[in-house]
């Protein structure tokens, strides 16, 4: 049996007034159509602070912070093995423009749950709920 490709990406958790930032995955990519938080792969030489900063820059037009690690998720689609680091995030300068996404909009956590996430993004909101109830 074939040994699924293994991609490293990263997400960012971006908080402003109480709300976080989710995308909508474009046309013509995989799981299009679908929300997620910003980010991508991290790029060879690039530490997942690095990348998550250049991402955001270039999806989202914004200059970021990241803060602290939230999670690494491990997700087994059928064409690939997914290893996402989500770090939660500031903005520092910029407004968040729609440049790669369908869509882009901020929303309250516990409105998180009304929106179709890619299944490894599913984990996250999990965890997101569960830091709510505490």
Do not use: N
Not at 4 to 25: H, T
């Amino acid at each position: 049996m074939m040994e699924k490709k293994k991609i490293r990406v990263v997400a960012a958790m971006i908080e402003q007034d109480g709300k976080l930032l989710i995308c909508r995955r474009p046309e013509g990519k995989a799981l299009a159509g679908m929300w997620e938080f910003a980010g991508g792969k991290i790029e060879p030489g690039e530490t997942p602070e690095q990348a998550l900063i250049r991402e955001c820059r270039e999806e989202l037009a914004v200059e970021i912070c990241p803060q602290q690690l939230f999670d690494e998720v491990e997700y087994d689609y059928p064409e690939m093995h997914l290893s996402m680091l989500v770090y939660t995030a500031s903005i520092l300068s910029g407004v968040p423009r729609r440049l790669e996404h369908m869509e882009i909009c901020w929303v309250a956590p516990e409105e998180l749950g009304q929106f179709i996430f890619c299944p490894a993004d599913r984990e996250i909101l999990d965890k997101i709920a569960a830091r709510r109830r505490i």
